[in-house]
């Protein structure tokens, strides 16, 4: 299709702004040597700038990024004022200063230099530049969500940490403040509540005599008795060991102390070797913890750790041992009966004998080649009549043996009255009708009414006996060290929950430092995007007035 001349005129001119450069080139409006040419322009600009006029818009000009062809221009125009004094009669401007900008925009119209250049820092900004502040300003905003969903999860993770810390807590009967004391406190309030589930087993003995009827009726002996313990607890309570064991109760209870351990370990990995002394005895003799010591006729004696001593005694009385003849000595204290006080308040006897074989034992030097063995006999391992002491101090519910068969025996006791139950509702059950028509009264007079009463006061018992807190308050009296287990896994959780909750911290401080940099990049961005458009004008317009101003479009430009 033909266009008219008159129309030629309005017909637009479009050029791939990635292909301008070369389309310049192209056309030979510029120069393939146009970078030579904009080094020596880019030398003397920088002379020129060493002396400029004190002036704000030039100021605000020489404050830019780049100065390029039309910045020279408008200084040129600003020196023509602030240089008007040094022109003279031709029209010449003997000032240095417009001498070096004039010099300046001549070098780039040479060949359209400045064409060239404004068409690279075209190209240079919309395929670089922008692009790159776009990808960082995307990267912030994409770390501010990553960092906000973080945070969330953070806080959300910290925040079932405590709930799972203050159920832990809610299952052991403490508020969590200060968990080592509020367990230790618990214990102290065990033997109370250890009571009144004793004092509530009272309530079950129509049960038991219940159960105790229908096991001699059913499997024919009478004299058989069930659930022992139980009835036990049910008549006389929570009583000590020794009293369930004895028939009797103590005149003395000396119940075993609680030893707490230390809150924090020790600073140093040691190995406790008990009272072994730090260095071994010379001579390769071995220190039995006895000391002997020259008795009062000059002899030897025996410390017994009470200021007195005491001898070696013989059967025959003389001054030596013999021990060859079958006979056996001890040795004893000035005292005669108190024994060998070991150190931990108990005492005891040492017993010398021939052994049997007579080679194996100890040779006593006598000659004749007998041995004998000591034997060490310990006075006081029994408790006094009737004082309750160790294990027997503790009470039935207290002490993990008694405790264990209560709870069998509690379960036995439930699982019966269930079936009763079952049996007494189930009409239909013929068998069991005939079964219990020769049964005690006891038997046949149960209603349905009074054996779930009981079931429900067996399983109440049950569930107050192996409730969690109680057990872990048991396993803390019957070791210590648990305190600081589960102290320590308590902690944990919190310490976890504090981890969280400082990291959160963490990320929320590289959120405010993504904001405020995508803060600093938008206006920086707004400044390239508004100098890029500035230079697209300035193109089209410049190459138009070559085409006798017909329209010119840069494609491709996406701002």
């Not at 002036?55 to 020196?79: A, Q």
């Not at 001699?216 to 139980?230: K, R, T, Y």
């Not at 990291?503 to 929320?508: C, E, G, H, I, P």
Request: aromatic fraction near 6%; charge should be negative.
């Amino acid at each position: 299709m033909q266009v008219a001349p008159q129309e030629y005129q309005n017909v637009p001119i479009d050029i791939q702004t990635s292909k301008l450069l070369d389309w310049l080139v192209d056309r030979r409006h510029c120069s393939r040597r146009w970078r030579d040419q904009l080094q020596l322009v880019r030398e003397r600009l920088q002379v020129a700038i060493q002396d400029m006029p004190e002036n704000p818009e030039i100021k605000e000009l020489l404050e830019g990024s780049y100065l390029h062809y039309f910045h020279c221009l408008r200084i040129v125009e600003i020196l023509k004022g602030t240089e008007a004094s040094t022109k003279n009669l031709f029209g010449r401007y003997s000032s240095q200063r417009m001498k070096d900008w004039q010099e300046v925009v001549s070098l780039y119209e040479k060949e359209n230099t400045y064409l060239a250049e404004l068409s690279s820092l075209l190209g240079r900004s919309i395929s670089y530049e922008v692009p790159s502040l776009r990808r960082q300003l995307g990267r912030c905003q994409q770390a501010q969500q990553e960092l906000a969903r973080r945070q969330d999860e953070c806080q959300l993770g910290a925040g079932e940490l405590r709930e799972r810390f203050l159920a832990s807590c809610r299952q052991y009967g403490i508020a969590g403040a200060d968990v080592r004391q509020e367990l230790l406190a618990l214990v102290q309030e065990l033997p109370a509540l250890l009571s009144r589930i004793g004092a509530g087993a009272s309530a079950l003995g129509e049960a038991i005599e219940l159960y105790q009827a229908c096991v001699a009726f059913v499997c024919d002996s009478p004299g058989a008795e069930v659930v022992p313990l139980l009835r036990f607890v049910g008549c006389h309570g929570n009583t000590t060991v020794f009293q369930w064991r004895t028939g009797r109760q103590p005149r003395r209870v000396e119940r075993p102390e609680l030893r707490q351990t230390p809150q924090e370990p020790p600073q140093q990995d040691t190995i406790d070797w008990g009272d072994f002394p730090a260095e071994p005895p010379q001579g390769g003799d071995v220190d039995w913890g006895i000391t002997v010591e020259p008795s009062p006729q000059g002899g030897d004696g025996i410390d017994w750790g009470d200021g007195e001593k005491g001898t070696i005694t013989s059967p025959q009385g003389d001054d030596g041992i013999d021990w060859g003849d079958g006979e056996k000595g001890t040795i004893t204290s000035p005292q005669g009966d108190d024994g060998i006080d070991w150190g931990d308040g108990e005492k005891g006897t040492i017993t010398v004998e021939p052994s049997p074989q007579g080679d194996d034992g100890i040779d006593w030097g006598d000659g004749e080649g007998q041995e004998g063995t000591i034997t060490v006999v310990e006075a006081g391992t029994e408790a006094p009549e009737g004082v309750a002491r160790g294990s027997d101090a503790l009470t039935l519910l207290e002490n993990p043996e008694t405790r264990n068969q209560f709870i069998d025996e509690l379960m036995e006791l439930e699982l019966f009255l269930a079936q009763r139950l079952m049996e007494l509702e189930d009409e239909a059950d013929v068998v069991a009708m005939s079964q219990l028509q020769l049964a005690p009264a006891v038997l046949q007079g149960q209603s349905g009414d009074r054996v779930r009463a009981q079931l429900a006061t067996a399983r109440e018992l049950l569930a107050q006996l192996c409730s969690r807190s109680v057990q872990h308050l048991c396993m803390i009296l019957a070791s210590p060290r648990y305190v600081e287990r589960v102290t320590a896994l308590l902690r944990q959780k919190l310490h976890q929950a504090e981890l969280l909750l400082a990291k959160r911290d963490a990320l929320a401080q590289k959120r405010r430092e993504a904001l405020a940099e995508q803060a600093a990049l938008e206006p920086k961005l707004q400044r390239l995007q508004e100098k890029t458009r500035e230079l697209q004008k300035l193109i089209e317009a410049d190459i138009s007035k070559r085409y006798g101003g017909r329209p010119v479009n840069l494609m491709g430009i996406n701002l």
